[in-house]
């Protein structure tokens, strides 16, 4: 992919991104939670839609910045630069909701956006490996060959 099309979806993803973390859906009298896999467990424990929401949204909120990491830094070092990319970005946004006082800010977001990123990165990196070998493609089967 080109330098200018990542950049041009980079731009619209960051903007999206304010939107979502910082605009939208804000909340009366937030209260931070700072305690690790508070927010996790409480949403594992009561599934339904409302916990499916909140892990896969903060897993997937950073993706596609893991994925833009990963297109920008290939090979080794995308997952690695999405890590830390997806951590401080995600602290900036929980930083900026805490302080911002609409928006709940929650250390269990962080650890799941920063997950996320490095799963946009990994996925990156594995179409990237399907798609290397001679002719485009590798096959992958279930049964070895002879």
Do not use: K
């Not at 990237?128 to 001679?134: E, G, K």
């Amino acid at each position: 992919m080109r330098t200018p099309a990542i950049i041009g979806l980079g731009a619209a993803y960051l903007v999206t991104l304010v939107d979502l973390t910082l605009v939208i859906f804000p909340q009366p009298e937030p209260a931070p939670n700072l305690v690790p896999m508070r927010t996790i467990s409480a949403c594992w424990e009561a599934g339904g839609w409302s916990g499916v929401m909140n892990l896969g949204g903060n897993l997937a909120l950073l993706a596609p910045m893991g994925m833009i990491v990963g297109l920008i830094r290939p090979g080794r070092g995308g997952p690695a630069m999405a890590l830390v990319a997806g951590a401080v970005m995600s602290l900036a946004i929980e930083l900026a909701q805490f302080a911002g006082g609409h928006r709940t800010a929650d250390v269990d977001d962080v650890l799941l956006n920063t997950i996320g990123a490095i799963l946009g990165a990994l996925a990156v990196s594995s179409a990237r490996w399907a798609t290397s070998a001679p002719g485009g493609s590798r096959r992958v089967s279930a049964s070895p060959s002879r």
